[in-house]
């Protein structure tokens, strides 16, 4: 089991920025891909970004042009940078990672942004 740990989220205004991190326990583990979902208030996790190991990049069409995932093949550490955000993007954001045995998730980060 591999671990992907977070790092703390934060409290932003709208128009605000904010940047996420996440690394992974074994910095040698093969995660094809990795990425960030998030869950706000009374609903279903849904999808923000994920990146490749080709680094190919997707992401929701919510976020795009704001949003930007990067990966560090090094240590398995994959970033979420967030521009312009919004007070309905207040959610707990969870790293993922896929490897071919299967999917680890982060513990979450609150992101709070305030109108």
């Known amino acids: 089991q591999v671990n992907l740990v977070e790092s703390v989220g934060g409290l932003v205004q709208a128009g605000g920025s904010l940047r996420l991190s996440c690394a992974a326990s074994d910095s040698t583990f093969n995660f094809v891909a990795m990425g960030w979902y998030r869950q706000r208030p009374g609903s279903q996790r849904e999808f923000v970004a994920t990146?490749?190991?080709?680094?190919?990049?997707d992401y929701a069409d919510s976020v795009k042009g704001r949003f930007t995932i990067s990966r560090a093949r090094a240590g398995n550490r994959v970033n979420l940078q967030m521009n312009e955000l919004k007070p309905e993007e207040t959610a707990v954001y969870y790293c993922e990672g896929t490897s071919a045995w299967g999917t680890s998730w982060g513990q979450g980060a609150q992101v709070t942004v305030s109108s």
């Open positions: 990146i490749m190991v080709n680094g190919l990049t």
